[in-house]
């Protein structure tokens, strides 16, 4: 158990981007999904989280870039920290400091690198000595796409059916390895519906949710499939198709909802007037306005400039398959 106040750890956890998507909970507490994922870590986007266990607080203290936590992420943590206390045996508050270096919440998947951080430097700085495997069961706790920024590349999130057996593991693969992509941070504002609230409205009232189910089981065997193949357009392909079903899950939703705005719109249209060109590349969308665009590293230079002249060039970044979780 750990009393004293020296012990601070820090974890840095990169993002991922999901090419088959998270979208549901089969429980809610636990999050345990319905469906299998599959994701790629990235290398530009990441946080970087402190974690002291200190018998001098009185309550945790959470510091999210260079400010005091809101109610609301002031509560995600702490509850987070109270499985930790729990499954650690430590009752001393924590200090948190956190810098986020991803546009929060905008639909870059800020929770999954946010709670891989906090994953790993909490229960190491709680006493605990967690492997991959466990640090990816106890990251899905605080969010469900965090379990898969645990580790670096390529990463399926095995759905399991309860805690121990629901989490993600590596696909190692020496396979399109020259993909990259390009982020394109068309909004930088919280989104309206969190994936949250989101995902549970889209199980309790889409009709299409249990097709989703099925479909979903096929998509992740395709993609597999075209990883090992290394093929890339089959690649892009399926991912881009996920993503579209998976946003056919809002619009079906009672009542429903949208995460595109126009822009989106006019991302995802040069997405494919760039792909009938000849410039191979596919879109896909998470829990907001922002469009990554999938491609190779010979086309990386031709769409960043299209997309710099459409936004400008403070809204397109160029990101590659990056690593899982480091301690500093
Ligand atoms: C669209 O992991 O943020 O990005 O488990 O409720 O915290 P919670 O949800 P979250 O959902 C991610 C949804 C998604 C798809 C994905 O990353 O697989």
Same mark, same amino acid.
């Given at each position: 158990?750990?009393?004293?106040?020296?012990?601070?750890?820090?974890?840095?956890?990169?993002?991922?981007?999901?090419?088959?998507?998270?979208?549901?909970?089969?429980?809610?507490?636990?999050?345990?999904?319905?469906?299998?994922?599959?994701?790629?870590?990235?290398?530009?986007?990441?946080?970087?989280?402190?974690?002291?266990?200190?018998?001098?607080?009185?309550?945790?203290?959470?510091?999210?870039?260079?400010?005091?936590?809101?109610?609301?992420?002031?509560?995600?943590?702490?509850?987070?920290?109270?499985?930790?206390?729990?499954?650690?045996?430590?009752?001393?508050?924590?200090?948190?400091?956190?810098?986020?270096?991803?546009?929060?919440?905008?639909?870059?998947?800020?929770?999954?690198?946010?709670?891989?951080?906090?994953?790993?430097?909490?229960?190491?700085?709680?006493?605990?000595?967690?492997?991959?495997?466990?640090?990816?069961?106890?990251?899905?706790?605080?969010?469900?796409?965090?379990?898969?920024?645990?580790?670096?590349?390529?990463?399926?999130?095995?759905?399991?059916?309860?805690?121990? =057996?629901?989490?993600?593991?590596?696909?190692?693969?020496?396979? #399109? +390895?020259?993909? %990259?992509?390009? !982020? *394109? $941070?068309?909004?930088?504002?919280?989104?309206?519906?969190?994936?949250?609230?989101?995902?549970?409205?889209?199980?309790?009232?889409?009709?299409?949710?249990?097709?989703?189910?099925?479909?979903?089981?096929?998509?992740?065997?395709?993609?597999?499939?075209?990883?090992?193949? =290394?093929?890339?357009?089959?690649?892009?392909?399926?991912?881009? #198709? +996920?993503?579209? %079903?998976?946003? !056919? *899950? $809002?619009?079906?939703?009672?009542?429903?909802?949208?995460?595109?705005?126009?822009?989106?719109?006019?991302?995802?249209?040069?997405?494919?007037?760039?792909?009938?060109?000849?410039?191979?590349?596919?879109?896909?969308?998470?829990?907001?306005?922002?469009?990554?665009?999938?491609?190779?590293?010979?086309?990386?230079?031709?769409?960043?400039?299209?997309?710099?002249?459409?936004?400008?060039?403070?809204?397109?970044?160029?990101?590659?398959?990056?690593?899982?979780?480091?301690?500093?």
């Amino acid at each position: 158990m750990t009393t004293s106040s020296d012990n601070v750890v820090t974890a840095v956890a990169h993002t991922n981007i999901a090419l088959i998507k998270y979208w549901g909970k089969r429980d809610a507490n636990l999050i345990i999904p319905y469906t299998g994922s599959l994701s790629l870590t990235l290398d530009q986007f990441y946080t970087e989280t402190s974690v002291n266990f200190d018998q001098n607080l009185d309550r945790d203290e959470v510091s999210i870039d260079d400010q005091s936590a809101a109610n609301n992420s002031w509560q995600r943590v702490h509850d987070f920290l109270e499985i930790v206390r729990e499954k650690s045996g430590t009752h001393l508050n924590a200090k948190v400091v956190s810098h986020n270096h991803v546009p929060t919440a905008a639909g870059l998947a800020s929770s999954a690198s946010a709670f891989a951080a906090l994953a790993a430097a909490a229960s190491k700085a709680a006493g605990m000595n967690l492997n991959n495997q466990e640090l990816s069961i106890l990251a899905r706790r605080g969010s469900g796409s965090a379990c898969r920024s645990i580790f670096g590349g390529f990463v399926e999130w095995q759905r399991g059916t309860d805690d121990a =057996d629901s989490y993600a593991v590596p696909i190692n693969t020496p396979h #399109l +390895n020259d993909i %990259r992509v390009v !982020a *394109l $941070t068309i909004e930088k504002h919280q989104k309206p519906i969190s994936s949250r609230r989101g995902m549970a409205l889209s199980v309790t009232t889409s009709p299409y949710y249990p097709t989703w189910v099925k479909v979903v089981e096929s998509d992740l065997q395709s993609i597999k499939s075209a990883i090992n193949q =290394d093929d890339f357009t089959r690649f892009g392909t399926i991912s881009e #198709l +996920n993503a579209m %079903r998976m946003h !056919a *899950l $809002t619009l079906s939703s009672d009542p429903d909802f949208l995460y595109f705005n126009g822009r989106t719109l006019d991302a995802m249209n040069e997405v494919k007037r760039l792909r009938h060109s000849g410039v191979e590349c596919y879109y896909t969308i998470d829990a907001g306005p922002n469009v990554k665009v999938i491609c190779q590293t010979k086309n990386v230079k031709e769409i960043t400039t299209t997309f710099s002249k459409l936004f400008g060039p403070d809204k397109v970044t160029v990101a590659q398959p990056g690593p899982g979780i480091k301690y500093l």
